[in-house]
């Protein structure tokens, strides 16, 4: 069975603060791992597909890496604006089968 | 990205009642499915909505209680029956457009409460 965990839960950062969040995570042969932000009272807003251990992809102040074991969302000198729950999710080789989410890490940036 | 528009974004329902949510895309797409995230909660996958023919349910859901439809490529309905107040929750359309493309995008959800 596919599984997904995100750690922290909660994370609090001072405006500037650089930071990692990780997503940890069992498949059945990787098609693709997913981060999402998402605010309250809206849907996920898709952020970053990675493919393959090694892979690293960028957006303003987040970087997505990702290894056999691990996915890492870094978030360097957040701003308020960053706060938001953020998701990582897998999806498997096998057919077109949906993503299986983790729990989210709850991010909050202080200015 | 894909446009996706979700009805209605919020509801109070009495217990006992139903309501059906719907999901229209702006482009047609390969694969639709319908999520629900409870209060504090990560996203649980209800069902796979299929073109045509009856949704694939994942395992505690049930057809009696989420009919689905998706008569077309581009729109998909999801029924919440017989409501009761554990129901409450924000459900949620996803979309795949297929092929080279395997995001996923969402609607920005319908927030249920039943009383």
């Known amino acids: 069975e596919d599984q997904v965990t995100q750690s922290p839960e909660a994370l609090r950062l001072q405006e500037g603060e650089s930071s990692s969040l990780n997503c940890s995570y069992t498949?059945?042969?990787?098609?693709?791992l997913f981060w999402y932000r998402q605010d309250p009272g809206k849907g996920p807003e898709f952020l970053f597909t990675l493919y393959s251990a090694g892979e690293e992809k960028e957006k303003e102040r987040l970087k997505a890496t990702l290894t056999k074991k691990e996915s890492f969302l870094h978030i360097t000198a957040p701003k308020p604006e960053d706060s938001a729950t953020y998701l990582c999710?897998?999806?498997?080789?096998?057919?077109?089968?949906?993503?299986?989410f983790g729990k989210g890490t709850r991010l909050s940036v202080i200015a | 990205s894909a446009v996706i528009s979700q009805k209605p974004s919020r509801d109070i329902c009495q217990r006992g009642t139903s309501l059906t949510i719907q999901c229209q895309v702006d482009?047609?797409?390969?694969?639709m499915f319908w999520y629900r995230q409870q209060p504090g909660q990560s996203l649980t996958l209800i069902a796979t909505a299929n073109q045509g023919s009856e949704a694939t349910y994942e395992s505690g859901f049930v057809i009696d209680k989420f009919p689905i439809s998706r008569p077309n490529l581009t729109f998909s309905t999801l029924t919440v029956s017989n409501m009761s107040p554990e129901d409450s929750s924000i459900y949620l359309c996803?979309?795949?457009?297929?092929?080279?493309?395997?995001?996923?995008?969402f609607g920005q959800g319908t927030r249920l409460t039943v009383v």
């Open positions: 482009s047609q797409v390969t694969m």
């Open positions: 999710a897998v999806q498997s080789r096998s057919g077109n089968t949906p993503l299986v």
């Open positions: 996803s979309v795949v457009r297929g092929g080279v493309n395997t995001e996923a995008f």
């Open positions: 498949v059945s042969g990787l098609r693709g």
